[in-house]
């Protein structure tokens, strides 16, 4: 018989799911442009096309949904996770990446935006 790790959930937070047009930009010396793939009032995780650039200095995330001109900029974070996804296609030259970020000391107008956010753009159950 096998036994399996029964993993701990450790987030604080419920992530749900982002609708399609909800964006992330991360901004330091070259700009990433991603698709939300779920989001919390603690952080978030996105999709974005990698570049031979590596991040590094200081972030800033804004958040936008592309079909109502919703943005919300200036959001501190930092980097929890940001890893290559599996390439579906074998001789595409295109390398997608994950990335989790926790936002860090968010004003309490970030944190009200933030949660408009989340009720409008992502999927609820």
Do not use: W
């Amino acid at each position: 018989m096998i036994k399996r790790k029964k993993l701990v959930e450790r987030r604080k937070h419920t992530r749900f799911h982002a609708k399609d047009g909800a964006l992330a930009l991360l901004t330091s010396g070259s700009a990433k442009l991603g698709q939300i793939i779920d989001i919390s009032v603690g952080g978030l995780a996105f999709c974005y096309i990698a570049d031979e650039e590596r991040s590094n200095g200081s972030f800033e995330l804004g958040l936008f949904f592309s079909d109502n001109g919703f943005y919300l900029d200036g959001v501190r974070f930092e980097i929890i996770s940001d890893f290559e996804i599996g390439d579906e296609v074998p001789l595409n030259s295109i390398t997608m990446r994950r990335c989790g970020v926790q936002f860090a000391k968010l004003t309490h107008n970030q944190i009200s935006q933030l949660e408009y956010f989340i009720q409008n753009y992502t999927l609820h159950h």
